[in-house]
């Protein structure tokens, strides 16, 4: 038998020879001990990617637990200060608010309120908690009595005179001393009306994440019952994405960089991992992906029934998203995440 013909089957077959069933490469080899597995491991979770989401009501002493969203609980604001210190003290980098306000309107008022709920929420964390970062969500669909995230004309939910009250609700956070602002909605032109908004009023180094491929998605359910924002009649389709659709999210991407987006984000995470590495792979730009409430209560849920091992497929989960190309996760597991990573 020639020999160099041998050699060469080895290096093409990855085999001694055609007929020999021992493999030369053994994937296994690197598997065998938990220090190997580490050393090789390509993607780990730190608690600095996490922002952790929390929901502020109006009274003293409120905390009460969402019923589809177990361990998430609506504070008011002396619970949520407390709270803040519960997770600054577990070194979470960064919470975003969403705030339930006292009274709805039709246009939305308390959203840019200067002493609205989110506002006086900044403002007594702050005072307390120091290193802590805090992420305001700027959308209307809490502060409007019809759920929607805008102003609502004939059936329509309009754009741009929608926009011009997000500007003036970032600003009002921005007032409030919020570290950094978030429009959720999906309107069009308002990273640009809020980045115009800010710098006017001297706020240039507040950096803005945006949802920019936020989809119309059914994951958002539990998140309605804790912020209280189901839409009274109609749905979100008109201005969030189409599920099906990964180019149009990074056209969508693209137009909030141009606006001047800091951070892009992606939302839902799990059901869009692959709009998540295509947005990473474009742009190399500051990526975060939101866990959203159905994603967390799914998990919750089927732990609860025994049906899953909870801890472990979160672990598995938020490993995804980050391998996926995420540098920050929104998500409710981060208390329950930072005390298992670094
Ligand atoms: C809108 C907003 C929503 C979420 C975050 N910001 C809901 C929506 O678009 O209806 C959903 C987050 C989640 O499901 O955890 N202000």
């Known amino acids: 038998m020639n020999t160099s013909t041998e050699k060469s089957d080895a290096v093409t077959t990855g085999y001694y020879s055609r007929t020999e069933i021992s493999p030369l490469k053994r994937f296994r080899r690197?598997?065998?001990?938990?220090?190997?597995?580490?050393?090789?491991?390509?993607?780990?979770?730190s608690k600095k990617d996490f922002i952790y989401p929390l929901f502020v009501v109006p009274g003293t002493r409120v905390r009460k637990e969402v019923n589809s969203m177990p361990g998430v609980f609506q504070l008011s604001i002396d619970e949520l200060v407390r709270e803040c210190i519960e997770v600054e003290r577990l070194g979470i980098p960064a919470v975003i608010?969403?705030?339930i306000p006292e009274r709805k309107d039709e246009r939305g008022s308390e959203a840019y309120d200067e002493n609205g709920?989110?506002?006086?929420?900044?403002?007594?964390i702050k005072k307390e908690v120091k290193e802590l970062t805090v992420i305001t969500d700027v959308c209307l669909c809490e502060y409007t009595s019809h759920g929607h995230c805008g102003i609502v004309r004939d059936n329509e939910i309009v754009n741009d005179e929608s926009v011009e009250l997000?500007?003036?609700?970032?600003?009002?956070?921005?007032?409030a001393g919020a570290d950094m602002v978030a429009p959720s909605d999906m309107f069009d032109g308002r990273v640009a009306a809020i980045r115009r908004s800010l710098d006017e009023h001297g706020f240039i180094h507040l950096p803005i994440m945006s949802y920019a491929a936020?989809?119309?998605?059914?994951?958002?359910?539990?998140f309605r019952e804790a912020a209280e924002s189901a839409p009274k009649f109609g749905d979100r389709r008109s201005h969030q994405m189409d599920p099906a659709n990964s180019n149009e999210a990074l056209r969508e991407v693209e137009q909030d960089i141009l606006e001047g987006a800091d951070i892009v984000m992606v939302?839902?995470?799990?059901?869009?991992?692959?709009v998540i590495r295509r947005v990473k792979d474009r742009f190399q730009m500051p990526t975060a992906a939101y866990n959203v409430s159905g994603e967390y209560a799914m998990i919750k849920a089927a732990?609860?029934?025994?049906?899953?091992?909870?801890q472990r497929v979160m672990m598995e989960a938020l490993t995804s998203i980050k391998r996926a190309g995420a540098d920050l996760i929104l998500t409710y597991f981060a208390k329950d995440a930072a005390?298992?990573?670094?």
């Open 214 to 222: 936020k989809y119309a998605s059914g994951f958002y359910g539990p």
């Open 30 to 45: 690197l598997r065998m001990t938990e220090t190997l597995r580490s050393m090789v491991r390509e993607t780990s979770l």
């Open 267 to 274: 939302k839902p995470a799990l059901p869009y991992l692959d």
């Open 166 to 175: 997000l500007a003036r609700e970032a600003l009002t956070h921005a007032m």
């Open 117 to 124: 709920i989110v506002q006086r929420s900044v403002r007594a």
């Open 339 to 342: 005390v298992l990573v670094p």
């Open 97 to 99: 608010l969403f705030g």
């Open 303 to 310: 732990g609860r029934n025994g049906w899953i091992d909870e």
